[in-house]
Each structure stands twice: as C-alpha cells, then as structure tokens.
C-alpha cells in the first residue's frame, strides 16, 4: 500500500481521536455552560458524533476483505451501521437544536424523536453487507447537508445587535461543511453508477482525504462554540460591571431610579440602561399592571397605596433573575425585560412569580391585602425589535 493509501485509510481514526479531544473539551467547559442549554446540547452532539464515528471505523474493518475481523455474515455490519446511523443524526439534530437554542431559545425534540427511527430505516434500506464506508456516506450524506445549511443560515439571519466574530465563524465553517457533504455525497453518486466523474483524479482525492478535511472543520466549529460561550460570559460581565458602575454613581442615581419604589424608570429603559445582555440575546417583554393599587387608595388612603406599590415593586425586584431588568412605567405598570426566555417559559415563571407573592399587613387595616394583577408577554429577537416588543404589550387588550 503506498503511502498517500495509507494516509487515506486512517483518516476515520484520526476523526475519532479529534472528535474524543473534543469530547473532553466540551466536558471541561461544563461548568461554564450549566446556564446555556445551546452549550449542552452542541456538548450532547459531540458525544454523539465520537460514538457515530468510532461504531463507523469498526463497521469499515468488518467490512474490509482483508482485515483480521471481517464479518462473515451481515448481521455485524448492519448493526454497526445502525449504530452508526441512529448515533449520527442525533449528533446532527442536536447541533440543530443548539443553534436554534442560542438564536430564538426554541426547544422542540421532534427531530431527536425522528433521529433513531430514521438511523434505522436507513440501516434497512443501505446494503450494509458490500457497501463499505462510501455506503453509509451516500445514506447519512443529505440528512448532513440538510442540517449544516439550516443551521448556518440560522447565524446568518441573526440580527445586526446579536453578530459578532462567533457567529460568523459558525455560520461560515457550517456552510463549509454542508459545502463539502453537498461534494462527496456527488461522488458516491457518481461511483455507485460508474460515471466518469467519479474517476477523476481531484474528485478521487477528495473522497479520500474527506475525513482530514472534515476534521479540519469540526474542529474549527468546535472553536466557534466555544467563542460563543465566551462572548455570552462577556456580555454578562459587562452588564453586570454597567449596573454596579450606576449604581456609584449618584448623580445618573437620580436621573434614571424612580425614587419612589427604587426600580429604574422609563428614562433608564430609552437609554437602554442595563439592557446590554438583552439587546444582544432573544427573549421576553412582559408588562404587568397592579390593577388593585386605585382600589387600595380610595379604600385606605395614599399610605397604604404607597406601602402596596413598593412592596409589589420589590417582590418584582427580588424575585427575577440576575440579569432580568424591572422598570416603573408608569403609575401602575411595571415592565420586565427577561433575556433568554420565550414567551412560553416567561409567562408561566411569572405567573407563578405573582400567584406566589406575599399578602400585604397594614397597621389600621383590617384585612390583608394581596397584589392584584394582569400581564402580557411579546417576545423579541435582538435589540432592534425590543421598543416594538414593548409597544406589543402594551397594546394588549388587557391593558388598556
């Protein structure tokens, strides 16, 4: 075997080990990322992947004439093309559903559901038994570039506010992969009907030296993964340090905290005060009415509506997350700007959040007093729809 056959033959091996690598890079990186379900599941997808690869490299000498291993019968092939198969499109579905996790927070497991079922039926429908690794490539090859491609134009069409060196990385290296899986899909086309294209000399070599190259860009995607996460713990840092840097500062103090419930006011939110993680990220404008608080006034006097609307101000102020934002709108209203959260995990936290709320004990007043409210939910992409996702619900009918 000459050497460039050689070099061509471990390329499956040298896939493994740097899929492995990444494997244990990811898991080093856990702890950084318990907060970012993208990050666990691109984590989850590599794991995926390294089993995908390695069951590939054991059905490749199963299949091989001349290995010391080679199966005699088919049933050792197909089940290792099943675990191929199964393993290999939940790595796929779960490096979808990380990226479509850190663009809009979407959750759906339909395509994790479909991934050991279809791993299967393509086990059933690919001729295990004589077709080698270029089989398995052929069956798995459009499921790959389907997947590549959506997930790259996913970081395409991310909002100006949200671009950043990360997602572009991630956008170009996954076009470069759905590029070439579109490449090598063409030549085991073209061989399995013995077309001259599949003997061309540079397609020949492509196909051969497919899995260094695939390499190449799994390891350059890792790397943008990776920046993602850093650029996500950057933002929050900075967020973080603006808030504290206004908080010493006492003359902004007084322009942008509503003196009365010590909440950051309207002023604040059109400055976009304490906004810097959210304008880069996706998630929820809620606005919530204490509808009670005119009620409490005629019937107790402006004391005990004042006492109401600071302690409902501060179980709001309490009870958010770090970098969750609440600001005093306006007499009534409260809006809470919640980064990372769609409508459907932010409506019931924050229902749950007010149903849980403490009654109120005034002195003077015989009963309790329990803040009464209404809300409405619109969600936003990135900074450039947050004033319309706050003008959505505030055109809610239950606002006005």
């Known amino acids: 075997m000459t050497p460039n056959l050689v070099i061509a033959a471990l390329g499956p091996f040298a896939e493994v080990l740097g899929v492995v690598v ?40 199963l299949t091989d004439p001349n290995s010391a291993i080679a199966a005699s019968t088919a049933f050792a092939p197909w089940l290792f093309a099943v675990v191929f198969f199964g393993f290999k499109l939940l790595a796929l579905a779960l490096l979808v559903r990380g990226a479509r996790l850190f663009v809009s927070g979407a959750r759906e497991r339909l395509l994790l559901r479909l991934a050991v079922p279809v791993g299967l039926a393509l086990a059933f429908a690919t001729d295990t038994h004589h077709g080698g690794l270029a089989a398995l490539g052929l069956a798995q090859g459009p499921f790959a570039v389907a997947a590549y491609a959506f997930a790259a134009s996913l970081f395409v069409r991310l909002p100006p506010s949200r671009r950043s060196l990360g997602g572009r990385l991630a956008a170009l290296v ?13 030549f085991y086309l073209s061989a399995r009907f013995n077309t001259a294209l599949s ?11 497919g899995f260094y190259a695939d390499l190449l ?35 902004r103090l007084l322009d942008f905290y509503d003196e009365q419930t010590g909440l950051l006011n309207r002023r604040a939110f059109d400055a976009t005060l304490g906004l810097d993680f959210a304008r880069a990220s996706f998630g929820s404008v809620v606005r919530v009415r204490l509808t009670n608080l005119e009620r409490a006034i005629t019937s107790h006097g402006a004391a005990v509506g004042d006492t109401l609307l600071k302690h409902f101000a501060g179980v709001l ?43 109120l004990m005034v002195a003077g007043v015989h009963d309790v007093i329990r803040p009464e409210t209404v809300m409405a939910v619109a969600s936003f992409t990135g900074g450039e729809d947050l004033v319309a996702a706050v003008k959505d619900v505030s055109a809610d009918p239950r606002l006005r």
């Open 22 to 61: 990444l494997v244990a890079l990811f898991t080093l990186l856990r702890g950084q990322a318990d907060r970012r379900p993208y990050f666990k599941a691109w984590e989850e997808s590599w794991v995926m992947l390294a089993v995908a690869l390695v069951a590939a490299v054991i059905y490749q000498r």
């Open 174 to 186: 996954l076009a470069l992969l759905a590029a070439l899986w579109i490449a090598l899909v063409i």
């Open 199 to 209: 003997a061309q000399p540079w397609f020949v070599r492509l196909e051969r030296y």
């Open 217 to 251: 860009l799994q390891l350059a995607l890792a790397y943008a993964m990776v920046r993602l996460l850093f650029e996500d713990g950057k933002r929050e840092t900075m967020d973080t340090r603006a808030h504290l840097d206004l908080l010493q500062d006492r003359e």
């Open 317 to 359: 102020d309490s009870a958010v997350r770090a970098h969750d934002r609440v600001y005093r709108w306006d007499n009534r209203d409260f809006v809470i700007v919640m980064p990372r959260a769609v409508p459907a995990v932010a409506t019931p936290r924050m229902q749950l959040l007010l149903a849980k709320a403490a009654p």
